[in-house]
């Protein structure tokens, strides 16, 4: 058990890591979401089909835009599947040793194809928010899925270098056109001696604005949040404060391993952005 596992723990202010921060109202779902962590070491025991099961009725519950649905997931368990999605993502081995390893996609496809059979235009999927929407759908939907996989007692973490490589992901997913992976998510039960905690977060001053965006006021408590942020990378082994870090992954395309290409990649597969 760790620290934030104890019912004594004040969890919001372990999520801020600001013990004097306090919630007046919350919620067993506010709870379960502020213990949130990513995990990246798991036991051999497989998620089962019930359980994806689940997951993938609660993704299916998320918001969507005009209920477009412009979304599908991978469930790849295949350990050799696994391991050539591992190397295309920037060879992380949690990816080839999570049990499960769901691919998010932004799926404009299944439009085309509905419009095909029906002999209707589809020219709206050649404008930037069409392609936005596949994104934001397939966010909210893994959102969802996250917060239910934690409540059935699974863990995970995002993977975002799956867009490293798009097209080879695409290759290997047998993705048709008009679809791309925008993020995977490796799923799994937790490994209780793996060494991690609740990263603290921005404070809300940082993030909630009142009527009108302050950044004077947005930007006050940053230090702070840097002194916080490098503590907990201390006690983990890690090095650096929050703004570092920041400027070093948004320094410029050699920082993006890959990701700089994407427009292009994005436009050869049926998504271009008008």
Known sequence: MTLTDSPTVNRAGARYGDP????????????????????RAFLPAPVTEEELRAVVAAASSASTSSNLQAWSVIAVTDPARKRRLSDLAARQEFIAEAPLFLVWV????????????????????????????????AALAAQNAVVALESLGLGSVFVGAVRNH??????????????????????????????????????????????????PEADADLPAYDERLAAYNRAHGLTGAWTERVLARLAGAASMAGRDRLRGILERRGLPSR
């Open 20 to 39: 004097d921060f306090v919630l007046g109202a919350t919620s067993p779902v506010i709870e379960q979401q502020l213990r949130h962590r990513s995990v």
């Open 106 to 137: 932004a799926d404009l496809d299944r439009n085309h194809r509905l419009a095909e059979r029906n002999g209707k235009p589809l020219d709206a999927t050649v404008y930037l928010e069409s392609t936005l929407l596949g994104v934001i759908d």
């Open 166 to 215: 798009a097209q080879e992901f695409a290759d290997e997913l047998g993705l048709p056109p008009h679809s791309v992976a925008v993020f995977g998510l490796a799923v799994g039960h937790p490994d209780p001696t793996e060494e991690a905690g609740v990263k603290p977060r921005l404070p809300q001053t940082a993030v909630l604005h009142r009527e009108t965006y302050n950044a």
